[in-house]
């Protein structure tokens, strides 16, 4: 077939692309790009694979953000119009806020390709940098045929003879790439997962300070956008990683120095009750988020939903006071100092525990932590009180963090089991705890907004059923109880932690940490 070329008037597009902090659309294979012409021609939002093939596209919705402390993030219904394209994109990003990665500027050539009775069968569409936007490397062209609809065969066709001219060759990322390149970033650059490799050789002493410096890593990357209040999962990874530290120091600090681990256990601690506030009213606004979603009028949570933000901004800014503090310089400087630059190596005086190879005192107390928490879960019956399963909730927490601190030590197989079985009790026993707080928390504060007054009946109606929906969800999570724990208590479960730390064989890895 004769094919034809007829030239469509020239224009410039501004492209950008985003994706969340964490590199969620990356991660599931997307990449979502906003392309517009700088004055006139309203902005499209396109949805691309891996491989730059064009998924779905959307108009851009103004970038009126509501909840996020900066124009430089944007939430996904802010920009999103309601729709396939955000549906899709909703179970991904998930709470996290669209950051902006990269833009480029280029001069657009369009080819309309006719065929013989005059019929548009494709585009090709040529784009070309200008101004080299972020110093990229040179100017690449881009070369790209959009099919017309009902003439796809005919686009794959001229693909095919597009492929085989020597002068192109299929895209690898681009300017998207380059663009990333000269900020210093690549895709998949963040991940809050520990991903330690361990040799089972290195010293207890070594290994510990290891996974004390990546802890300190994650936290220091998450601060800033702590501080700008972007998202909520940044406060959530700050914690984490806290956390983490804290338990790594508790469980593992004989092999360092004891008044350093000491005095950086209190000065976690610190950390954590300064994050709790703002953290907890973040999980609140969730819940009366669920509660809307579950049947609840909005308009009635409305002035709930207000309170609890008008709290959380002040929270937010005592917590921002407390990241600029000077107890906050001093605990990150002691936190580095247990943490040194040169990891494998380590630095300070070794204790005994701390010469021995990390192969040896990791398996033991990774046993003992599990017993620690079976034992304890032995004791709960029907007639026992919430605070014993918080204090079970605490020994699996323990147990999931040794467990991702030395995942590479451990066999693949009977990791994944035990793995398993944690989650599903912990996922129970922090519902558990959950609502029970949440409920609490409502009480308290509708308390305080009855003796404020203003509030209309309505909405503490509303409170009320939010209230026993949450009680309802704890008493499921409670019945569920007795099973998940007997799961996890087993004597199936019981072998293959006895099977973990097993001689694996040296062609075999250990799991990557976090990962089933």
């Not at 394209?85 to 480029?104: D, G, I, N, S, T």
């Not at 510990?208 to 890593?217: E, F, K, P, S, Y």
């Not at 610190?270 to 609840?296: E, F, K, Q, V």
């Not at 525990?353 to 033991?364: F, S, Y």
Request: glycine fraction near 6%; charge should be positive.
């Amino acid at each position: 077939m004769r094919l034809r070329l007829e030239t469509e008037p020239q224009r410039t597009v501004r492209h950008e692309w985003f994706d969340t902090f964490d590199w969620r659309l990356h991660r599931a294979g997307l990449t979502l790009e906003r392309a517009a012409a700088p004055r006139g021609d309203r902005a499209q939002l396109l949805l691309r694979d891996s491989g730059g093939q064009l998924l779905q596209a959307a108009p851009v919705r103004p970038a009126g953000v509501t909840g996020i402390g900066t124009r430089e993030a944007f939430s996904l219904d802010a920009v999103v119009p309601a729709g396939s394209l955000r549906a899709r994109l909703a179970p991904v990003v998930q709470m996290r806020a669209l950051l902006p990665l990269a833009r480029v500027t280029a001069r657009v050539r369009t080819f309309r390709v006719v065929d013989a009775q005059a019929k548009t069968v494709a585009r090709i569409v040529v784009e070309e940098p200008i101004g080299q936007p972020n110093r990229m490397p040179a100017p690449t062209c881009r070369l790209s045929v959009v099919p017309v609809r009902g003439y796809e065969d005919q686009a794959d066709k001229l693909v095919r003879r597009l492929k085989a001219l020597p002068e192109l060759r299929p895209s690898s990322g681009g300017w998207l790439l380059n663009a990333l390149g000269e900020v210093g970033r690549r895709p998949g650059d963040y991940t809050s997962q520990l991903d330690l490799r361990l040799p089972s050789t290195m010293p207890a002493r070594a290994a510990t300070q290891a996974i004390v410096a990546r802890l300190l890593d994650v936290a220091e990357i998450n601060m800033p956008g702590v501080a700008a209040d972007l998202d909520t999962e940044f406060l959530h990874d700050l914690r984490v990683s806290v956390r983490r530290a804290r338990t790594a120091l508790k469980l593992m600090g004989d092999a360092l120095p004891a008044a350093e681990v000491g005095r950086l256990i209190m000065d976690l601690k610190w950390i954590g009750d300064l994050t709790t506030p703002t953290r907890d009213l973040d999980a609140y606004l969730l819940a009366m988020g669920s509660a809307s979603a579950r049947g609840t009028k909005v308009e009635e949570l409305q002035p709930f939903q207000a309170f609890l933000r008008a709290r959380r901004q002040l929270s937010q800014k005592a917590l921002v006071r407390g990241l600029r503090s000077a107890r906050w310089s001093r605990a990150r400087t002691r936190w580095r100092a247990l943490a040194p630059a040169d990891r494998k190596a380590g630095a300070g005086v070794a204790t005994t525990v701390g010469k021995r190879p990390i192969g040896e005192v990791a398996p033991p107390r990774i046993a003992r932590a599990y017993r620690r928490a079976r034992r304890l879960g032995e004791t709960i019956t029907e007639a026992s009180p919430a605070t014993e399963l918080h204090a079970l909730r605490k020994r699996c927490k323990e147990l999931r963090y040794l467990l991702e601190f030395f995942a590479s030590l451990l066999n693949r197989r009977p990791y994944r089991t035990v793995l398993s079985q944690l989650k599903a009790l912990q996922d129970c026993l922090g519902e558990f705890q959950d609502t029970q707080v949440q409920h609490a928390a409502i009480d308290a504060f509708a308390d305080q907004m009855l003796t404020a007054g203003g509030t209309s009946a309505a909405t503490f109606m509303a409170m009320g059923r939010a209230a026993d929906a949450l009680e309802s969800r704890q008493s499921h999570a409670r019945a569920q109880f007795a099973e998940r724990f007997e799961r996890f208590a087993n004597k199936r479960t019981r072998k293959q932690v006895a099977d973990l730390t097993m001689a694996r064989p040296a062609s075999l890895p250990g799991p990557s940490p976090g990962q089933p």
